[in-house]
């Protein structure tokens, strides 16, 4: 949980609050269909909770916050400047709304989904 000092208290964000963020950014960039699970129990904890965190995982360092996101993209789309579009958008939004630094946002692609438009 990212803890930040100040002289009237402290100010404790929790993860969940992180990977809403994350999760609110990640649906802004052209190219992502999805959300993915990360793994079986990733995939049955997400059904059985209805958790918006779905596919993002925030880990928080010394130098700064570390976020994983798993991800659907669109067939045909170029899955490298989805994957930077990804990175980019998710560091900026976090970094606004915390005020700390984000470390590294790393991108698993784990499928690829035809949109709804296309046959």
């Not at 779905?54 to 916050?65: A, L």
């Amino acid at each position: 949980m990212p803890l930040k000092e100040e002289t009237l208290g402290n100010i404790d964000i929790s993860r969940t609050a992180v990977a809403t963020i994350a999760n609110r950014a990640v649906n802004q960039c052209y190219g992502v269909v999805g959300m993915a699970n990360k793994g079986l129990v990733d995939g049955l904890t997400n059904i059985l909770s209805r958790d918006n965190r779905r596919g993002i995982e925030v880990t928080v360092e010394d130098d700064g916050i570390v976020i994983d996101v798993a991800v659907i993209v669109e067939y045909g789309t170029r899955i490298r400047a989805v994957a930077e579009s990804i990175q980019n958008t998710v560091k900026f939004h976090v970094e606004k709304a915390l005020g700390m630094p984000v470390k590294a946002v790393n991108v698993y692609v784990h499928g690829l989904r035809l949109s709804d438009g296309q046959s």
